[in-house]
């Protein structure tokens, strides 16, 4: 599947040219939202993620007869999230937890997960231009391929106790610091093939002789990401939906 996107893609770029046909180049950004559930190598669990999101593409309409126009599109999609959540452990009054740079028998920790994802994109799309009012309505099938992802996991200490008793100043005994990395990479053993539905609204307007359409569009999506620890175990289900602004700039006739 890989060496078909990538085929796709280079069509994309190509052949509008070849063709004469009109193409666009379109950039924007919008805001992730993460559904389901990501489960890190140590078993922590991060819901509810949102976070930034980038992307361009270069389209080419192969088709275009009474309003309709259907083509191909092609480009790089930037996915950013973060997550985070309270992890309370402790050994209860008459002992203490081991690790730290003072006796303390509880401790808060506040567990911060960061996510990217980059993906190679091509989607076939239909679009509509209705008469009058000039608002364009286009529906597309996402086909994204994961080109690099990383996750950075941060563990610090909110707050710890000794028999009842909050305790300051407590660092991690390895390093000295309020904070550790557990995890610093990629994500491990993740789904490299991702698929959508996106919905889009543009108008398009003349700006200084070039057809500049605004345009928002919602990617929804259709498959859950698969991810799983170093052994290919323990797997868990996520998904991240985009809403997303941008401007695409059209040539041709």
Excluded at 36 to 61: E, I, K, M
Excluded at 68 to 97: C, E, M, N, R
Excluded at 132 to 149: F, K, N, R, W
């Amino acid at each position: 599947m890989r060496y078909g996107l990538f085929a796709t893609a280079f069509l994309v770029l190509f052949l509008p040219a070849a063709l004469h046909a009109q193409w666009s180049v379109e950039a924007g950004a919008g805001w992730n939202t993460q559904g389901g559930t990501f489960t890190a190598p140590c078993g922590c669990q991060y819901q509810n993620g949102s976070g930034l999101a980038l992307r361009a593409a270069v389209s080419s309409d192969l088709i275009s007869l009474m309003g309709l126009s259907i083509g191909v599109k092609s480009g790089i999609d930037y996915k950013q999230f973060s997550s985070s959540h309270i992890y309370a452990t402790g050994t209860g009054p008459g002992s203490s937890i081991s690790g730290y740079s003072v006796p303390i028998d509880s401790i808060n920790i506040d567990d911060n997960g960061d996510f990217t994802t980059t993906y190679l994109t091509v989607a076939p799309y239909a679009r509509y231009k209705i008469p009058v009012v000039g608002l364009t309505i286009e529906a597309a099938a996402g086909i994204d391929y994961l080109l690099s992802s990383h996750f950075l996991q941060t563990w610090s200490i909110a707050n710890a106790f000794l028999a009842g008793k909050q305790v300051s100043g407590v660092k991690y005994a390895s390093t000295g610091l309020g904070d550790t990395i557990p995890e610093n990479g990629p994500i491990q053993n993740l789904a490299t093939t991702r698929y959508s539905a996106l919905i889009s609204l543009g108008y398009p307007l003349n700006f200084m002789g070039l057809d500049v359409s605004p345009t928002i569009t919602a990617d929804i999506p259709i498959s859950n990401i698969r991810s799983a620890n170093s052994n290919d175990l323990n797997p868990t289900y996520w998904h991240v939906a985009t809403y997303y602004a941008s401007v695409a700039v059209r040539f041709g006739q």
